[in-house]
């Protein structure tokens, strides 16, 4: 019979794996990372086989995309430690600016891009919520003209 995990046990296996996991993106991209930097330093060799004058590295490099969800997993995870930070920071009741804090520690993200995004979200949420609300405001007339007789189709 297998022994019974407490909610002490499970917490302590969830940090297990989420250090596994951080473990594991840091060797895949540093794996990524090393074989990026010799295969750019092989084609900058070739290139010089062949006699280009010119370094092509210097205006091109090769690079390898991490798996997405390694890259989910490490910005969630780094962005749990900055929040932890900022709370931190906030019960010692200093001033702190949650964005700027995310900004520097969670460079994975485009910040502006993400700002940008996010305003552009919600005026177009705000655009639709009135648009419905005119749409529902007309309606609402509508059937109460054709309940009162005054409208006809």
């Given at each position: 019979m297998?022994p019974y995990?407490?909610?002490g046990?499970v917490?302590e296996?969830q940090a297990?794996l989420?250090?596994v996991?951080l473990s594991?993106?840091?060797?895949i991209?540093?794996t990524?990372e090393?074989l990026?930097a010799e295969l750019?330093r092989?084609?900058?060799?070739?290139?010089?086989?062949?006699?280009f004058?010119?370094v092509p590295?210097e205006y091109?490099?090769v690079?390898?995309i991490p798996p997405?969800?390694?890259?989910?997993?490490?910005?969630?995870?780094?962005?749990?430690?900055?929040?932890?930070?900022i709370?931190v920071?906030?019960?010692?009741?200093l001033?702190?600016?949650p964005?700027?804090?995310?900004?520097?520690?969670v460079?994975?993200?485009?910040?502006d891009?993400f700002?940008?995004?996010?305003?552009?979200?919600?005026?177009?949420?705000a655009v639709?919520?009135?648009l419905?609300?005119?749409?529902?405001?007309k309606?609402?007339?509508d059937?109460?003209?054709?309940?009162?007789?005054q409208?006809?189709f």
């Amino acid at each position: 019979m297998a022994p019974y995990l407490g909610y002490g046990d499970v917490v302590e296996l969830q940090a297990q794996l989420v250090h596994v996991n951080l473990s594991f993106a840091t060797e895949i991209s540093d794996t990524q990372e090393a074989l990026c930097a010799e295969l750019n330093r092989m084609i900058d060799y070739m290139a010089e086989l062949v006699g280009f004058s010119i370094v092509p590295t210097e205006y091109i490099q090769v690079s390898l995309i991490p798996p997405v969800v390694l890259i989910l997993q490490l910005i969630e995870m780094t962005a749990g430690a900055a929040q932890n930070i900022i709370g931190v920071f906030q019960n010692l009741q200093l001033p702190v600016d949650p964005i700027s804090v995310l900004k520097k520690y969670v460079p994975f993200i485009d910040w502006d891009e993400f700002e940008e995004n996010a305003k552009k979200f919600v005026t177009e949420k705000a655009v639709e919520v009135e648009l419905k609300s005119k749409s529902d405001a007309k309606l609402q007339a509508d059937v109460a003209g054709i309940a009162s007789g005054q409208q006809a189709f």
